[in-house]
T-cell receptor, first 117, second 113 residues
């Protein structure tokens, strides 16, 4: 049974704090993704990684950074949390090899609801 | 462009059919997906369709693809209360090898008794 876990379901942080969101997958997937989900805006890609120590900016990387030191773990870092980063954060992973729809299928974690006060 | 658009809300009576619509703009899309998000959970793949197909059926789910109009729909037959969720359509791109998906805003489906 495939599994993507996220370190916290709910998190409350203060403005200016450094925040770490952790994601772990047990499927040996090459690709990992961080999204934020906001009502009416759907999922927006923050960063993704297609290999260990590799990272690529998504559509909204400003204010965020990522780390991927091991294949199974992808961390999202808010360097200095702000109230406009209050959101639901979703991590996902997928296989790399091309050749079929399921190679693009992303498996999602349950999400972390972050509130910045 | 990588824009995927969906209506935001749908209310349906239990036992009726639900139809969720999606439009996309990139003609190079290879696969189109429907994901379901139940309250408090992450997204789960429901079904997908390859861009050279025009219909796919999987139990109560029917996906219709109109490539000319870039329109995708998901029909849920005999809608149940457990079908209440947010439904996202997503597309992936033949010319991209970074395995990204582009998601719509999601349609919140409410099933009423």
């Amino acid at each position: 049974d495939v599994k993507v876990t996220q370190s916290s379901r709910y998190l409350v942080k203060r403005t200016g704090e450094k925040v770490f969101l952790e994601c772990v997958q047990d499927m040996d997937h090459e690709n990992m993704f961080w999204y934020r989900q906001d009502p009416g805006l759907g999922l927006r890609l923050i960063y993704f990684s297609y290999d260990v120590k590799m990272k690529e900016k998504g559509d909204i990387p400003e204010g965020y950074s990522v780390s991927r030191e091991k294949k199974e773990r992808f961390s999202l870092i808010l360097e200095s949390a702000s109230t406009n980063q209050t959101s639901m954060y979703l991590c996902a992973s997928s296989l790399s090899p091309p050749g079929g729809a399921f190679s693009y299928e992303q498996y999602f974690g349950p999400g972390t609801r972050l509130t910045v006060t | 462009g990588e824009d995927v658009e969906q209506s935001l809300f749908l209310s349906v009576r239990e036992g009726d059919s639900s139809v969720i619509n999606c439009t996309y703009t990139d003609s190079s899309s290879t696969y189109l997906y429907w994901y379901k998000q139940e309250p408090g959970a992450g997204l789960q793949l429901l079904t997908y369709i390859f861009s050279n197909m025009d219909m796919k059926q999987d139990q109560r789910l029917t996906v219709l693809l109109n490539k000319k109009d870039k329109h995708l729909s998901l029909r849920i037959a005999d809608t149940q209360t457990g079908d209440s969720a947010i439904y996202f359509c997503a597309e992936s791109f033949a010319l991209s090898n970074d395995y990204k998906l582009s998601f719509g805003a999601g349609t919140t489906v409410t099933v009423r008794a």
